[in-house]
């Protein structure tokens, strides 16, 4: 009697293996196995995919508000002003404006940047001269002949040889647009990683039904599949080499050749007992 209320008190309730691999319900007609991750491998996953693409990600909304345009608007009223108007978020969003007056000459600065090694390349900023002092009208950029041409119609403006506005935009949108795909890309790698890692699944074996249910849930949602016990050809335990270490690998194969793994250890001593409870439900 105290035989039957024991086997009884297992069948009703979740069990454990004498190892690692939980049984989470056992009885005559149905076997329920979880398989997810170990706390480990979660750990260390969650801490690299927090630099490896949450860096970038923080990153990201930066870069976007740097892609923008800027537009130099500069004529000659009693005396030559420039309007500075700047844009964010590929344009779609408008971020200050800045008038600068009394413009006297302009010209153009030059300066050396180190792109890493020993490589340098020099770049150009074209800034206007006021009664208040010297004024940056651009950014640096490599653009040498275009801010010459931008410099020389300003002054232009202010000796009179010219009487048309000068409209000169400065496009930021490509550069950054590049910037943001390679962030997105590491980003999207590390979402893929974690999506591919952090599983958890459940495997109900029904003999009843004589079906095998696989429940899975992901960073995503969740998701069910069912199989019949038809389309299993047979219970194995792989042997697999990483490095110096050893693992087993407990598989359903099916019999289109699609491999389910129930769990993977680094000894097949308990594999082994969940996979006698597999063959024998499934018998």
């Known amino acids: 009697m105290r035989s039957l209320k024991r086997k009884d008190a297992l069948n009703a309730h979740p069990c454990e293996d004498s190892g690692p691999v939980k049984i989470l319900e056992q009885s005559p007609q149905k076997l329920v196995l979880p398989s997810r991750p ?5 750990a260390f996953i969650i801490v690299w995919a927090s630099g490896f693409a949450g860096i970038p990600l923080f990153l990201m909304p930066l870069v976007a508000e740097s892609a923008g345009v800027e537009t130099v608007t500069c004529q000659r009223q009693q005396t030559v002003n420039c309007l500075i108007t700047r844009t964010t978020y590929f344009g779609l969003a408008k971020r200050e404006s800045q008038t600068i007056e009394q413009i ?11 792109d890493g ?3 340098t390349r020099y770049v150009y900023q074209v ?3 006021t ?6 009208l651009t950014p640096f950029q490599n653009h040498s002949q275009v801010w010459q041409d931008v ?3 300003i002054n232009q403006l202010k000796s009179g040889a010219r009487t048309v506005p000068l409209v000169a935009t400065i496009d930021h949108r490509l550069e950054n647009l590049g910037i943001l795909l ?29 079906r095998l249910t696989v429940h899975r849930s992901t960073l995503f949602g ?6 019949s016990f038809q389309d299993i050809e047979q219970v194995t335990l792989e042997e697999v080499r990483r490095k110096a270490r050893r693992f087993h690998n407990l598989l359903l194969t099916l019999k289109t050749g699609k491999k389910l793994m129930l769990d993977s250890e680094t000894t097949s001593g308990n594999l082994s007992a969940i996979a006698d409870l597999v063959r024998k439900i499934l018998a």
């Open 38 to 42: 170990s706390p480990v491998l979660v």
């Open 104 to 114: 006297e000459s302009a010209g153009v600065d030059r300066a050396m940047r180190r």
């Open 117 to 119: 090694g020993r490589r």
């Open 127 to 129: 800034f206007v001269q």
């Open 131 to 136: 009664t208040q002092g010297k004024v940056p």
């Open 151 to 153: 410099a020389a119609q």
């Open 182 to 210: 390679l962030l997105s890309l590491f980003v999207g790698i590390g979402v893929t990683i974690l999506w591919a890692i952090l599983q958890v699944r459940t495997y109900k074996f029904e003999r009843l039904f004589r």
């Open 222 to 227: 969740k998701s069910t599949r069912q199989y």
